[in-house]
């Protein structure tokens, strides 16, 4: 059984920054593609951003890119999301996906991520 497991979500000042993981068991994690995706409140998910298996291509929607940065450490099957510079308006449910932006699908629990100004 996928197992998608997200941690770290907080209340932070605007501006701060925040870590959150997601602990992934049931498939071979380094053979999988993962991303980050996000939910406001009354809408659809959002993309955030995704990595390659190996961990050597990354990718970030144009909200994100040049704040938020995605790892993961395949030897503790663990997807990171390092978030600087943090807005009111990253406020979300932060979800770990299992796949690629196109190629999703399992989900995790999501966490809360509020960011207040």
């Known amino acids: 059984e996928v197992q998608l497991v997200e941690s770290g979500g907080d209340l932070v000042r605007s501006g701060g920054s925040l870590r959150v993981s997601c602990a992934a068991s049931?498939?071979?994690?380094?053979?999988?593609?993962m991303s980050w995706v996000r939910q406001f409140p009354g809408e659809g998910p959002e993309w955030v951003s995704s990595?390659?298996?190996?961990?050597?291509?990354?990718y970030y929607s144009n909200s994100v890119k040049g704040r938020f940065t995605i790892s993961r450490d395949n030897a503790k099957n663990m997807l990171y999301l390092e978030m600087s510079s943090l807005k009111p308006e990253d406020t979300a449910v932060y979800y770990c996906?299992?796949?690629?932006?196109?190629?999703?699908?399992?989900w995790g629990q999501g966490i809360q991520v509020t960011v207040y100004s």
């Open positions: 049931g498939f071979t994690f380094g053979e999988s593609d």
């Open positions: 990595i390659s298996s190996s961990g050597s291509d990354t």
């Open positions: 996906r299992r796949g690629g932006r196109y190629t999703m699908d399992d």
